[in-house]
């Protein structure tokens, strides 16, 4: 969950929606498809822009070995000491800086940016100044997730302060020119691609008011309809990358790319 809509709704841990447990699966495929048996591996795992944590306190779960560091400049003080808190026996680290992080000279396994770049004025700029880290290596594996399709920018977008959509061109240029190479450029949960269209046709008939917009934080769980929803969307994200294998690519409302830094 986004920090803007923490702030706004609290932390709702237990009652989480089914698109991020869907996309929490996803990520967790990569992983896996990137670093066999990452559950054996001692891996450092760098969250930037973590929102409210969840995405990584799950995968510290998920990866009992590996060392986690948490970092998201809307953390106040308070949400600070409460993530530390509440995880104090889990080998996570938080920041609410990118320059405040002590790693000591250890190396990144993985960057995790997981729906960020889209905050980001230039993110060009932020991901080129990120490669200058000493803790970015040459085998530090970057996992960048953004909202696919400029078309399809919504009241939503606008709620969490989205300066853009994107889509694979839009993403590889940004890659490219700040530094990285790419290994794989995609897209997933194709079948989320018709709910949102018919989203923003309806906002062209009926303006929305901003304030009113309610972003994942306000779901309402129900555990059937849950349940079926990140199995669609599960199946959804299995179905298109075995397509995706077989030479056949479907779009999809979110946008991946997994990079690594680019030898001069």
């Known amino acids: 969950m986004?920090?803007?809509e923490v702030k706004k709704f609290g932390l709702l841990h237990e009652q989480r929606h089914p698109w991020e447990l869907a996309r929490l699966e996803v990520i967790f495929c990569f992983i896996c498809?990137?670093?066999?048996?990452?559950?054996?591996?001692?891996?450092?795992?760098l969250d930037i822009g973590c929102g409210d944590t969840f995405v990584i306190e799950e995968l510290s779960r998920r990866l009992p070995l590996s060392e986690f560091v948490a970092v998201d400049n809307a953390m106040n003080d308070e949400l600070l000491a409460l993530f530390n808190e509440r995880n104090k026996d889990k080998a996570i680290e938080f920041y609410n800086s990118l320059s405040n992080i002590e790693l000591h000279r250890k190396t990144v396994d993985i960057v995790l940016l997981l729906d960020v770049l889209e905050h980001i004025e230039n993110d060009e700029n932020f991901l080129h100044d990120l490669l200058d880290n000493e803790y970015i290596g040459a085998e530090t594996l970057f996992l960048i997730t953004v909202p696919a399709f400029q078309c399809l920018y919504s009241a939503h977008d606008v709620f969490l302060k989205h300066y853009r959509r994107y889509n694979n061109s839009t993403l590889q240029?940004?890659?490219?020119?700040?530094?990285l190479e790419i290994r794989n450029l995609g897209y997933f949960f194709f079948s989320l691609l018709f709910p949102r269209f018919f989203k923003v046709l309806l906002e062209k008939v009926i303006q929305p008011r901003i304030e009113n917009e309610k972003g994942i934080g306000a779901w309402n769980p129900n555990r059937i309809i849950d349940r079926l929803i990140i199995k669609l969307?599960?199946?959804d994200f299995k179905t298109t990358?075995?397509?995706?294998?077989l030479g056949i690519k479907f779009l999809g409302l979110s946008n991946y790319a997994i990079c690594q830094k680019r030898l001069s």
């Open 2 to 4: 986004d920090i803007n």
């Open 33 to 45: 498809k990137e670093f066999s048996k990452p559950q054996e591996k001692k891996l450092t795992i």
């Open 173 to 179: 240029i940004c890659i490219l020119r700040s530094g």
């Open 233 to 235: 969307l599960v199946s």
């Open 241 to 245: 990358e075995l397509f995706r294998f």
